[in-house]
């Protein structure tokens, strides 16, 4: 089974400063998600990816398979990034999204 | 298009009793799957439904079940409650499975047993 770790914990940032999310799994990956939680529980899918790299906006994913290692960057953080963001990997195609504990994020204006 | 909706939006029980809770995935889409999210465990995988067949189950006592409708709405039923089984349960739906496309969830049902 997959385990998934995420560094760090938490994060606390001023607004405007760059970000980085980090995101190691043990495992060979088919898919690999970003996922966004606000407080309240609603929760956004970023990305999903298998390779290379996505951008949407001021977030971009990267995602490294020889490393078994993704990370998730906000560039000019904002106070609505505060949220808590949550790496999630498949192992296969038809196997079950494994979770890692997540990350809580807080920009400070 | 409307999102994914899930019903109830806040529920107590007590131990012992048994709950359902309801997922109306996004028009057109297959695949619904069910996470539980506790403060300690963070989010676990419970089940996915594609096109009314079950195609993966997490690793849950067999107390929690679920099942898919033809028009893709799904529901989770757990029986037997216990304390532990408090937490925010959320479904997500997409319009092919898994990992293969990408999920959108509903706001969750905070269940809370007493």
């Known amino acids: 089974k997959n385990e998934v770790e995420q560094s760090p914990q938490n994060l606390t940032a001023q607004e405007g400063e760059f970000i980085t999310i980090n995101c190691s799994y043990s495992v060979g990956i088919s898919a690999l998600h970003w996922l966004q939680q606000h407080p309240g529980g609603g929760i956004v899918s970023l990305f999903m990816?298998?390779?290379g790299k996505k951008k949407h906006g001021r977030l971009i994913a990267t995602i490294n398979i020889q490393e078994k290692h993704s990370s998730l960057h906000i560039t000019a953080s904002h106070p609505r990034d505060s949220a808590v963001y949550i790496c999630?990997?498949?192992?296969?195609?038809?196997?079950?999204?494994?979770f890692g504990k997540g990350t809580r994020l807080s920009v400070i204006a | 298009k409307a999102g994914v909706t899930q019903t109830p939006r806040y529920l107590i029980k007590t131990r012992g009793q048994q709950v359902t809770l309801s997922c109306s995935p996004i028009?057109?889409?297959?695949?619904v799957s069910w996470y539980q999210q506790t403060p300690g465990q963070g989010l676990q995988f419970l089940f996915e439904y594609f096109s009314e067949t079950q195609r993966n189950k997490g690793n849950f006592p067999g107390r929690f079940s679920g099942r898919q409708f033809s028009n893709s709405r799904s529901e989770m039923n757990v029986s037997t409650l216990e304390l532990g089984d408090s937490a925010l349960y959320l479904c997500a739906s997409s319009l092919a499975s898994v990992g293969r496309d990408t999920q959108y969830f509903g706001p969750g049902t905070r269940l809370t047993v007493l």
């Open positions: 999630a990997v498949q192992d296969s195609g038809n196997t079950p999204l494994v």
């Open positions: 028009s057109g889409h297959r695949s």
């Open positions: 990816l298998s390779s």
